[in-house]
């Protein structure tokens, strides 16, 4: 892979379909463009982002890089620059957009709960298989890639049609006959009429076939419009992204180079939304038309925000994403020494049958721990259970107080916790 190789696979890559999209027609686009069902490309960005999620991260890029089939052509990465040629390196705000959420998502690595090796491996993943995907299509077909969209600054030069300029006609004098008369005939003189003119609109009289004097005269090419002049946009967009960089940038620095522990994922996501807000107030306080105000801050706006309220969500003192696997699990002890203390699960279904366990030597506590999904314990009768359960985003049904409170048997402790599903305990 040279240079060469990655820049005909960003000026080829895939444009987002309007019709038989999901979400954004990323998916169906790049289907299109590599000749792959989109089915599967949609599986691996599910897969993606359940292991790691760098799934979320790569469609969001997706669905801001990739231009839709209906814009003109983007901004093409040109292999040679000629030194006479003037080359504005204008950054467009998606860039932004993209560095903004790369410092706050990878710069903390390690201590979010979807971010560690599984998120690195995915991401290395999904750009691997682009490049596989670019190595068994190089050509794009038609209408599928970036190259081959409609150029934004295309000019349509009119050509003025020739004006054909008329010969002079010229006429001659026709002489009359004359004829031959004795000498001693007296010929009367007369003075000679001129002919009558000939009306414009008609041919000459020498000629009558001859094409009529008007009919050279053809009308003027019509001018070509004007290019229409667009407004120039408000340059908040650039200015208040610029800043939310900073922000974001600073906090991070604070938190892995200061060891302050104040500044966690969720906080210096909320410090850039903070500055967009500012943004988007002074924005709205402008008298400006509406094609020419800020919208770039919107979107961008809209991508922090998602960021912070996630990170604030499985942040802190709330439960991370427990390991062990994807599926379903099924767990039925028939002795306190078969009784584990921690049972976990990432995705899936957990079912805990305690009602064979049988008697306990001491008071015993077990944890349940599971990330999306269902959990069911099945709790025994003749042993004294105490409950606690705990859901982030989810319901949960769970006894109040002692389970079996009249049993003379050590208390066995259960404690469920999810994040994202339903929570039953019953007998």
């Not at 987002?16 to 169906?28: A, D, E, F, L, P």
């Not at 203390?341 to 008071?363: A, F, K, N, P, V």
């Amino acid at each position: 892979m040279d240079t060469k190789t990655l820049i005909d696979i960003w000026n080829t890559r895939p444009v987002r379909r309007r019709t038989g999209k999901s979400v954004g027609g990323v998916c169906t686009g790049i289907g299109m463009r590599y000749r792959v069902d989109p089915t599967l490309v949609k599986v691996a960005f599910v897969v993606a982002a359940l292991f790691g999620g760098s799934g979320i991260l790569l469609y969001i890029a997706a669905l801001i890089a990739l231009p839709a089939e209906d814009e003109t052509a983007p901004r093409k990465i040109h292999q040679s620059h000629r030194a006479h040629h003037r080359v504005r390196h204008d950054m467009p705000w998606y860039w932004i957009v993209v560095a903004v959420i790369a410092v706050i998502v990878f710069s903390n690595m390690g201590s979010s709960p979807f971010w560690g090796t599984s998120g690195l491996l995915g991401l290395v993943l999904m750009l691997g298989g682009w490049w596989l995907l670019y190595q068994r299509t190089p050509t794009a077909p038609a209408g599928t890639s970036a190259d081959q969209l409609r150029p934004s600054d295309g000019s349509t030069t009119a050509t003025p049609a020739p004006t054909l300029i008329a010969d002079e006609v010229v006429t001659n004098d026709v002489l009359a006959d004359t004829a031959v008369r004795p000498a001693s005939e007296t010929i009367p003189f007369a003075a000679a009429e001129p002919p009558a003119p000939a009306p414009p609109d008609a041919p000459p009289s020498w000629d009558p076939l001859g094409t009529a004097r008007f009919a050279w005269d053809l009308p003027e090419p019509t001018p070509p419009e004007p290019p229409v002049v667009k407004p120039p946009r408000s340059p908040l967009t650039s200015v208040f992204a610029g800043l939310a960089l900073i922000a974001a940038t600073v906090g991070t620095a604070a938190r892995v180079l200061g060891d302050v522990e104040w500044f966690t994922v969720g906080r210096i996501a909320g410090l850039a939304l903070a500055v967009l807000g500012v943004g988007m107030a002074i924005d709205a306080l402008q008298r400006r038309q509406s094609n020419t105000r800020a919208a770039g801050l919107v979107p961008l706006a809209i991508i922090v925000g998602v960021v912070a309220v996630t990170a604030t969500a499985f942040s802190g003192d709330r439960p991370a994403f427990a390991s062990g696997g994807i599926g379903d699990r099924s767990w039925h002890p028939r002795s306190a020494e078969q009784l584990s203390e921690t049972y976990q699960l990432t995705i899936g279904t957990t079912s805990l049958d305690l009602r064979d366990l049988g008697g306990l030597d001491h008071d015993r506590t077990i944890e349940i721990h599971q990330g999306i999904g269902d959990m069911t314990v099945w709790l025994p009768d003749d042993i004294r259970v105490k409950t606690e359960c705990s859901t982030v985003v989810g319901d949960q049904t769970c006894p109040d107080g002692i389970v079996n409170p009249d049993a003379k048997t050590p208390t066995l402790t259960v404690k469920a916790n999810l994040n994202l599903g339903t929570v039953e305990m019953k007998q």
